[in-house]
């Protein structure tokens, strides 16, 4: 089993940046694809970033293409969310998740991910 804990979530103004981490634990992730989502008030969960195993694929999001970065790293087992030029529209609790199967070409969609965290929340001002 999995276990993925997010950190780095806080308030921060807007045009602000903020890296969020996920640490793994229990088993390794390096061979899993991995993936960032996110749901804000009201709303349903929704993509944000996914990045393959090897880190050689990564999808983002039109809304924060250009401002958010995934990265991992296998020996630590934790995977990142660089996010600068933050906006308010972008305040949400944000998820991290990890496939199950080895080798996977990363997935858009939540389905696709049988671990998840708890969440970090992230607020911007305006």
């Known amino acids: 089993q999995v276990q993925l804990v997010e950190s780095g979530g806080g308030l921060v103004q807007t045009g602000g940046s903020l890296r969020l981490s996920c640490a793994a634990s229990g088993r390794t992730v390096s061979r899993y694809a991995m993936g960032w989502f996110r749901q804000a008030p009201g709303k349903e969960r929704e993509f944000v970033a996914v990045i393959s195993w090897n880190s050689g694929t990564t999808y983002s999001a039109d809304s924060v293409k250009g401002r958010f970065t995934i990265s991992r790293d296998n020996a630590k087992n934790t995977a990142y969310l660089q996010m600068n030029s933050l906006k308010p529209e972008d305040t949400a609790v944000y998820h991290c998740?990890?496939?199950?199967?080895?080798?996977?070409?990363?997935?858009?969609?939540?389905?696709?991910?049988?671990?998840w965290g708890q969440g970090t929340q992230v607020t911007v001002a305006s």
């Open positions: 998740a990890a496939s199950n199967v080895y080798y996977s070409t990363p997935d858009r969609t939540a389905n696709a991910y049988a671990y």
